[in-house]
């Protein structure tokens, strides 16, 4: 046990420990009865050792703790927030006598509605203010070998046995495939109108979350409706709102050695953003079920997906490629590019992305000879096809690992709003077979495909139970969701390490009461700069984040 772990560092200056071996500039430790000290420097903290004695630990948290006793009047706390009161002289007694370390800290003035000890422990805060930073986490995060089992965690197995409890190494790799999808949001938002001398075949400025990728292609989705030209004369300003192409993701392979090495292979990445446009919404409400290009209308069991989705997919423009075309092509450069070398293809994507991703899977899975393995990590994704369609893209060199909030709608649509498991249920009974006949005759059969891995709001301790709508579909309050994901019957994550500061930025109103009164006590420790986001000046898509560029 160390005090350093007790303490906040702001305080430290009370304390010191008792071993000879710790110099601290010729002060004595305060804990020590025999001797006394006035201060201490904080830095000299850092060199503590551990203490091994039993003993010698219950002696200082006996010392401790009558040191923290107080009698009479408190002192106010100083500018530099410290939380301890000054102890009272040795010897002296009254109505404060017995109380432990906790109810010796003046936490209650800062925060007057914490009344659990747990949320007043100095460790609790020192997590919290970490947390509420805006500061990378990453380096708190598990970046183990994945070597000979990377295609385990890629799905060759459906996942069997990583998720309930969600295995760590899978944590990260989700999360880090999430914030490929977050920097296509906040690629789009810093420039979304579409340029008529925009280079189709140059990069776009992606500021992309692992440095060791690199952006080989640029991806654009383009929708078969459009709106009256009169609607861009009355707002000019918004004409990127009613324009037919946008950008909407990217390819990025891996070019770090070391990364590669890690992995066990050379990953290439394929992110797509969800709706932010006003097309974009027109094709999603187009949820008719239509018959695959390429398929036999007469056979049983028709693969169909829907109208809306595969438009945007196989619709070109007039110098825009289609998105089906663009990201074959790019695959099969990849793959000859790389060719003899390991290779992995991960498809990830968040709502509308989340769709096309399965889209574009069902492609590229087959478009090479060759073709390396193929997944798709989807957040908050919709149904995309009819039963057919399930049992074809299970068919092919295709995993898929849907990240499911328990409370997003837009998991349950389009089609009827049956659950997943009563349909399983009631195809093993003897009603499979009206069941099947429905699949091939409705017009919204959906079903979803691939392995689920289900998340909870109601789980999280910042998160309130009844959030509405968007924070559930929000791509930020998936990762935290997913950070904080320890098994189906498990509470949340207590170690999780994700920043909070981007959540509370954008769903504050989702947020408990308690945690956005603290965000704003510890904006007074200087941290004010780290919960102020510049905002996109386009229409917020269901996951705006700012972009990094602004």
């Known amino acids: 046990m160390q005090v350093a772990l007790t303490l906040p560092a702001t305080n430290a200056r009370f304390f010191q420990a008792r071993r000879p071996s710790f110099k601290c500039n010729g002060y004595s430790s305060p804990l020590n009865p025999i001797t006394r000290a006035t201060s201490i420097n904080a830095r000299s903290l850092k060199t503590i050792a551990p203490v091994t004695s039993t003993e010698m630990t219950k002696k200082h948290l006996s010392n401790l703790e009558k040191l923290l006793q107080k009698e009479g009047q408190s002192h106010p706390v100083d500018s530099s927030m410290s939380v301890i009161q000054e102890p009272m002289k040795q010897g002296k007694t009254g109505e404060n006598r017995g109380r432990n370390l906790l109810e010796g800290l003046n936490l209650a003035r800062i925060w007057p509605e914490m009344k659990a000890a747990e949320e007043m422990s100095p460790r609790h805060l020192i997590r919290l203010h970490r947390m509420l930073s805006n500061k990378s986490m990453d380096e708190y995060s598990p970046r183990n070998n994945l070597g000979s089992r990377w295609k385990e965690y890629h799905g060759c197995k459906d996942w069997l046995g990583l998720l309930d409890p969600l295995d760590e190494n899978l944590r990260r790799e989700l999360i880090r495939y999430g914030e490929f999808i977050q920097a296509a949001y906040h ?48 707002a000019p300003d918004l004409g990127w709102m009613t324009q037919r192409s946008s950008w909407i993701g990217y390819v990025a392979v891996c070019d770090d050695k070391a990364e590669i090495q890690r992995m066990g292979r050379r990953d290439i990445v394929i992110a797509l953003r969800g709706t932010a446009t006003c097309l974009e919404w027109g ?54 590019l790389y060719k003899g070398e390991s290779l992995s293809i991960s498809v990830t994507g968040h709502s509308l992305g989340a769709a096309l991703a399965l889209l574009v899977a069902d492609d590229i899975s087959t478009c090479a000879t060759d073709a390396p393995p193929v997944a798709v990590f989807s957040f908050g994704g919709p149904r995309v096809g009819n039963k057919g369609f399930v049992n074809r893209l299970g068919s092919k060199n295709a995993k898929v ?120 006590d510890l904006s007074s420790l200087n941290l004010n700069r780290e919960f102020s986001f510049p905002r996109p000046s386009c229409l917020p898509s269901p996951s705006v984040l700012p972009s990094p560029s602004s």
């Open 187 to 234: 690629c789009f938002h810093s420039d979304p109108a579409m340029s008529t001398e925009e280079n189709l075949d140059g990069e776009r400025n992606v500021s992309l979350p692992d440095r060791s990728y690199r952006v080989t292609k640029s991806l654009y989705a383009t929708s078969s409706i459009g709106l009256p030209k009169w609607v861009d004369d009355v």
């Open 283 to 336: 094709e999603n409400v187009r949820d008719m079920l239509v018959q695959m290009p390429g398929e036999n209308e007469s056979t049983e069991g028709q693969p169909k997906v829907e109208c809306g989705f595969l438009s945007l997919y196989q619709t070109g423009g007039t110098k825009i490629p289609s998105l089906a075309e663009s990201v074959v092509n790019e695959v099969k450069r990849l793959i000859e």
């Open 401 to 520: 690992l849907r990240i499911v909030n328990k409370q997003d709608v837009i998991t349950k649509v389009p089609g009827m709003f049956v659950s997943e498991a009563i349909d399983k249920k009631l195809r093993e009974t003897g009603a499979a077979g009206v069941l099947n006949l429905l699949d091939n005759s409705m017009p919204w059969a959906y079903s979803h495909v691939g392995t689920e891995l289900r998340v909870d709001t109601t789980k999280s301790p910042f998160l309130k139970p009844d959030a509405d709508v968007a924070c559930c579909h929000d791509l930020e309050a998936y990762l935290h969701l997913v950070d904080g994901y320890l098994g189906s019957n498990e509470s949340f994550r207590p170690n999780a390490k994700r920043s909070l500061a981007k959540l509370l930025n954008e769903q504050s109103a989702n947020m408990k009461k308690l945690y956005i009164s603290k965000g704003k």
